[in-house]
């Protein structure tokens, strides 16, 4: 290795790193042993295992007992907390962003659904599931309710490469502020192990959220469903506790709002 100071191991895992993200090594792909890596970086096989360490924390490599080291399929990371554009986010990761459209339909809300957009009584919502893809590989089950009276002609506009928020925005003038978020592990269903390409029960992490926009009107109305073994939730976390306002008529937190429920998937 050249001479730097960045530590030897970090370099190794730095090479490594571009074979994977250049394509030279498919998922799958049993690695040289450590022994032969380490010969062919002139290094000794603790900077070898060092350096895979490093790639197995980021979920690029699997060490398995007596097997080998394996390249793992593509896993992408993003923040726990942020309100996540797919395809914008993943193409800025390296990777490609694929979406299907499974169903859209205009249909008469549940009353939890109906609820959390504030529709008046009689009103509808276009709600909408599509698969999103990385590198070609199922993701994530994406469910959208959208008040219909807000997008008129919502069903017949293309949702197979564009974001909804962006189609929002730039066709009804309608721009996504915040959202509320929320997390939980989950099992996948029998149709939704289907989608994504997995067996029934296999683990999953479902995002739930309700958007608003400038003025603090919710407009959707949904929920994330994520293969567990292709992505990775991270976030930021300080030591001193934030400050909280409690409004006294309500007993919520100031700008909490509501609690967060979910629109409906097939079998969940």
């Known amino acids: 290795m050249t001479s730097s100071r960045i530590p030897v191991y970090k370099q190794v895992a730095g090479s490594l790193l571009e074979r994977i993200e250049q394509g030279g090594w498919a998922p799958g792909y049993r690695m040289a042993p450590e022994r032969t890596l380490a010969e062919e970086f002139g290094v000794n096989r603790r900077t070898v295992r060092q350096a895979l360490s490093v790639l197995e924390r980021r979920g690029l490599v699997e060490r398995r007992q007596g097997s080998g080291t394996f390249i793992c399929e593509p896993r992408f990371e993003r923040g726990a ?24 339909e205009r249909v008469v809300p549940s009353q939890l659904a109906a609820e959390e957009l504030e529709l008046p009584a009689g009103a509808d919502i276009y709600r909408c599931h599509r698969l999103r893809t990385v590198n070609g590989l199922p993701v994530l089950i994406e469910t959208f309710a959208v008040p219909a009276d807000l997008v008129p002609g919502f069903a017949e506009l293309d949702f197979s ?100 429920t979910w629109v409906e998937i097939p079998g969940r």
Do not use: K
């Open 161 to 260: 490469e564009r974001s909804v928020y962006e189609i929002m925005r730039t066709e009804y003038g309608i721009q996504v502020e915040h959202a509320r978020l929320s997390l939980e592990a989950v099992a996948m269903s029998e149709i939704e192990a289907q989608w994504l390409g997995a067996a029934p029960g296999a683990p999953a992490m479902l995002e739930r959220r309700l958007a608003f926009d400038e003025t603090g009107r919710p407009v959707d109305y949904g929920t994330d469903l994520y293969r567990g073994d292709r992505v990775r939730f991270v976030t930021d976390a300080a030591t001193t506790a934030v400050p909280v306002s409690v409004d006294p008529s309500t007993g919520q937190q100031a700008g909490a709002g509501r609690a967060v």
């Open 81 to 104: 907390s942020e309100l996540f554009h797919f395809t914008e986010g993943i193409r800025q990761r390296g990777f490609a962003a694929g979406s299907q459209v499974l169903s859209l």
